[in-house]
């Protein structure tokens, strides 16, 4: 549907750069995983024979690492590896498939198949998630195929959910703002649908599609052999919700409109969440605000953006491989110059802009458009039926009216959306007649409200410690604190991962923990309510009475000494608990 | 027993009776040698025999006596069928599964050379059955396997003995010691069968036929001994006085050393006679009938979360022991019922554990015997008998009057603990409960491992039987033994049985196909071992069945480790619950085969040698159909013939059975 990106190799840079470690270097010079995309075929591997391989449940190593370019990821139950080793049994493998939903708007009919798969194939769930998009746990390797070609029936896939390319494209989901958010969920599509990986192994893999003719040189005309050296993400804003984090976004666009329409949009680069413990070199970095293009240089935009990356990023060390390394390698001049070297104008001064606030306004809302929206908080993101909270049964039902859209926001929320007034009262009889309230389970507190964990224990395989399966309760005993201090209404952001790679945005919340050791955590305080600032570790490696204890203390001094409107975040370095983080290299410091 | 001196009267009967239930093995193959001793000397007294038994030992240059004969008969190089030429041929054929056959066979021969008697003693499944027409005498120990069926490896003789064109057998005298389990309904069937059969062909029946119970020993000893006595040449056929001396070497022969008054004599017999006496001695002290004390390394269930079934990985120590096996070769396991079973009989039937009861070699307090000597799980004949009488039931009565199918079917649904609720026995004697129980059994588990991977270790796989009946949970008595020994000073009495029919060929470039379904894999883990360790070159496949994969995948790692490692050379394995969910169609190891049917085909014309093990009611038959169809389609034979090329494997050892 959108124009085809193309290879614009760069001639002559203006300015000298090191080029030691990019793609202009032989093969054996960078990091395997460059041989191993050089060598795929175009990602097709030797994929399809590991699906049919009758002594394992699982794919080798190299596939594997292909296979997150089609959307997915071998894991294993972690709560079975020691007992099934000492059975002589092999890992418990499954597989996490993540789709693709640019801007996180679902069909019902889409709706109702993801409800479908997640049922048949993935353990009775299915996993909104922190990109807008939704992902199956616990599929077993010989349901892919059928879960693939389920997806294909509704229109969706799962192309680069994961892997060395552009990521699903996420789409602020301002409500309020319905006419706007229409507009930029267009663009944010047509980005999708352009940067999206081309080659042919997807077809082949999933649906035994033999290529019309063998995988040649222009098989991926923007991405070549190589691909991108890290994942690339893409988001686009809307303010004032900056719910999409666009400051963690390798490339984020943020909205500019005049009375309701799209004009253009500014552009923001360099974001990104992950980092290693103990590595210093590592850390995560806010996107800078480098111009504004309007609606028609989108698509030259991202590619001149992208192409910079592909040609400069670091392919010897993919720790070191994300877009906002090569900015602060090459320096925010120079790729901003050669970003508009090869778009062949100057970008224009970025225009004004505010944000409130990055989580979701839950309950209901009408649209600009008269149309009714319903925000409903999930929890982590889990659809799933508990006892006495047939969540998925009501989203189910719900969906079977074909009277709403979903939209998947960036805190793992849903909004049923464009809902016309006549049929409200429906849908409110459904959400009530399957207990589905946005009064959490658990507590009711604004924290929770603002929450976000990774999925973790017990199928990621990089997680060290709980996350999905923790943070809910610990909430529950910081609640008691928030109600000692009069805090419950107050919304305070927290997230927590089970790693340090950030899959929650952790590093932008006022109050984050990430996983260091079963139990173990790091502490973070300070991040910016609206997503403007990094927080900074304030305790390392502890547990939760330590955990306990700091929050305690600065729960109660924000409580006691907070200003009128003042933010957790903003607080607790006013109050000099923690030490503000300009710039992500300071991070660490 | 009736069978066994038909023309004694009641009080002889009586009295030998009562002796034969005193003896032990030895003793009654001794006193066999000697009444035959007596016989053929005419007129010694009862008291002298062992005496002159003992003299023999010692005046062996003598050369006077018909007993110096037998003495120098059993000495170095002087074979007793040299000194007294048979005037008939014996041969003896055995028919076996777990060994008892063989080792019955082998007790046979000896106390047939006693009688002066060389006997060519054969395995079914190496004999060739047309030869049948030239045997004179013919004495076959066969066990009853499943459903009535012969042994696996003796299913070709069975087939070609009931078929058109077995031969006549006239002039041919002939024996049948059978073997069985009485809790079957085709209790001892095959050796019925062929008794039947032997003299329908024309045969005259030199012995009536035996049945033997699990608890066979006494029984056969009785039996063989009878026979020993039938097959010697008569007196005055042959011109030197052997038979007297060829009895008392033949007693010398099989005695244990050292007990009792003629110790002497068995001391000087095993010494000086041939290699199975010898063998006698040197054999690891640790036996069936002294089992070691094997202590438990590792105890682990197998099988995964949400598996329909517990299987086990159990290590144990035989260090210190002696024992050794090889890849093939089973565990004899010997195990004690449930303390919770033992009291609860107790309890049904108002009984003190601490009442002493009668047992072999002793008395024992009932608990005891229940927990150690006795099978109080399922029911047999015996008992049905034994409980008939006692409570009077018109029922039991009833069954026990009918017919075998419905007494089986009865005892699959009713214990001996059921029996004793349902049929209550008020009053009833500890002394009565246990006369009719059969002796606990030892259970044979095929090794999982090969000394040359674990020395002084053998591994077993074992399925845990448990299951309810008539709402109290029951499990197997062995396997639940073994389930439950996981503390880190366990025990379990072990003795190694020989699997001559199943090994690994000798020739390491022989290729092998592996057909195992469930713990029916265990042996092929020896096996892989095995050949890992001798640095095999020949290639080996392995068709595993189970019902899923996740769970029941026995050995997956090890498998795949071995498949890596080249060790393995391929590996189908087949779950028959995993298609759609369990809801869609079963596919079991002998479905995989048929898919596989050009590879099996090629594979077994480049040599291969084919093994099965495992369940026999359904998948033995089922892969034996499988290989048939395989063998008639890719080898373009008609039926018939596919059939005959399956048994010329099995002639060859190449298609080698070890099923249960």
Known sequence: ?589 | MSALIPTLTPDQRDSVQRLAATLDREQTIWLSGYFAGLANAGAASALAAPDAATQNGAATADGASAATNGASAGAPGAAPAEAAPAARTLTILFGTDTGNAKELAGELATAAKAQGVEAKVADMSDYKPRALKDEQDLLVVTATHGEGDPPPNAVGFFEFLAGRKAPKLDGVRFGVLSLGDSTYEHYCSAGRLLDERLAELGGERLIDRVDCDVDYEDDAAAWIADAAGRIAPERGATDAGGPNGAAAGGVNGVAPGGTGPNGAAAVNGAAASGASATATLEAPAYSKKRPFPASVLDNVVLTGRGSTKETRHVELSLEGSGLTYEPGDALGVVPANDPALVETLLGELSLSADTPVPVKGGQLPLGEALAQRFEITAATPRFLEQWATLSGSAELEALRAGDAKARTAFFRGHHVLDFVRLFPVPGIEAEQLVAGLRPLQPRLYSIASSLAAAPDEAHLTVSTVRYDLHETGRTGVASGHLAQLLHDDATVPVYVQQNEHFRLPADDDTPIIMVGAGTGVAPYRAFMQEREARGASGRSWLVFGERNFRSDFLYQVEWQTLLKDGVLTRLDPVFSRDAAGGRGPKTYVQDRLRQRGADVWAWLEEGSRIYVCGDADAMAPGVRAALKDIVAEHGGLDPEAADEYLNELGRDHRYLLDVY
Request: aromatic share 8%; charged share 25%; net charge negative.
């Open chain 1, 1 to 589: 549907m959108a124009t085809k990106m193309t290879k614009t190799s760069p001639a002559a840079a203006p300015v000298e750069v090191d080029r030691s470690r990019d793609i202009s270097q032989p093969l054996e010079k960078l990091a395997p995983e460059e041989r191993l995309k050089f060598n795929s075929d175009y990602l097709a591997g030797s994929i399809a024979e590991d699906l049919i391989d009758e002594i394992t449940l699982a794919v080798d190593e190299n596939n594997n690492k292909l296979m997150k370019f089609h959307g997915i990821y071998q894991q294993d139950d972690r709560d079975q590896r020691d007992e099934r080793r000492l059975q002589k049994l092999e890992p418990y493998y499954t597989f996490m498939l993540r789709g693709r939903m640019p801007g996180g708007v679902c069909t019902p009919q889409q709706w109702l198949k993801m409800d479908e798969i997640g049922r048949t194939y993935g353990n009775e769930q299915f996993r909104l998630t922190t990109r807008q998009t939704f992902q199956f746990h616990y599929l077993n390797r010989t349901a892919l195929r059928d879960v693939m070609l389920g997806l294909r029936e509704v229109g969706l896939d799962s192309k680069a959910a994961c892997g060395d390319v552009a990521r699903t494209v996420m789409s602020g989901v301002h409500p309020g703002l319905s006419k706007l958010h229409k507009q930029v969920y267009e663009q944010a599509q047509i980005a999708s649908d352009h940067v999206i990986h081309k080659t042919s192994a997807y077809e082949e893999v999933w649906f035994g599609e033999k290529p019309a003719q063998p995988r040649g040189e222009n098989e991926e005309p923007f991405y070549g052999k190589q691909y991108m050296p890290r994942k690339f993400k893409i988001g686009f804003a809307v303010p004032p919700s900056n719910d999409i984090d666009i400051y963690s976004q390798d490339l984020g666009f943020v909205a500019i409109a005049s009375r309701g329409r799209l004009k253009g949009f500014n552009v923001v680069i360099g974001g990104g969440m992950g980092r290693t413990d103990r590595a210093p070199e590592t850390y995560p970095r806010l996107g800078d605000v480098i111009g504004y293009i309007d609606v028609e240089q989108l698509l030259p935009t991202i590619e001149a953006v992208m192409g910079v990356q592909r040609d400069y990023g670091d392919r010897v060390t993919r720790s070191h491989a994300r877009f906002k390394y090569t900015i602060d390698d090459k320096g925010l001049d120079f790729v901003t110059g050669e970003i508009e070297r090869r778009l062949g104008v100057p970008l224009a001064p970025a225009k004004a802009f505010k944000f409130t606030a990055n989580g979701d306004q839950l309950g209901w809302t009408t649209g600009d458009d008269g149309l009714e929206h319903f925000t409903l908080f999930i929890e982590n993101g889990r659809v799933i039926n508990r006892p006495g909270h047939p969540l998925m049964d009501g989203l189910k039902a719900i969906a079977e009216t074909e009277k709403c859209v979903f939209r998947l926001t960036p805190n793992q929320s849903v909004i049923l959306s464009d809902i016309a007034p006549v049929d409200r009262p429906a849908i409110e009889a459904l959400l009530a007649e399957h207990a589905i309230t946005n009064t959490p389970q658990k507590g009711r507190s604004a924290l929770r409200l603002n929450s976000m964990a990774c999925v973790a224990m017990p199928t990621c395989a990089l997680a060290m410690a709980e996350s999905e399966r923790y943070l809910p309760d610990l909430i529950t005993r910081i609640e008691g604190l928030l109600e000692k201090n009069g805090l419950t209404e107050e919304p305070i952001t927290i997230r927590m991962t089970g790693c340090p790679n950030g899959c929650a945005r952790p590093y932008i919340a006022e109050i984050a923990l990430t996983g260091r050791a079963p139990g173990k955590y790091n502490l973070y305080l300070g991040g910016g309510f609206h997503g403007e600032r990094l927080n900074k570790m304030v305790r390392e490696n502890v547990g939760e009475d330590v955990i306990m204890e700091v929050l305690d203390d600065t729960l109660a001094r924000y409580a006691q000494e907070r200003q009128p409107g003042e933010r957790f975040g903003d607080f607790v370095i006013r109050a000099g608990f923690v030490a503000e983080v300009k710039e992500g290299r300071h991070f660490n410091d």
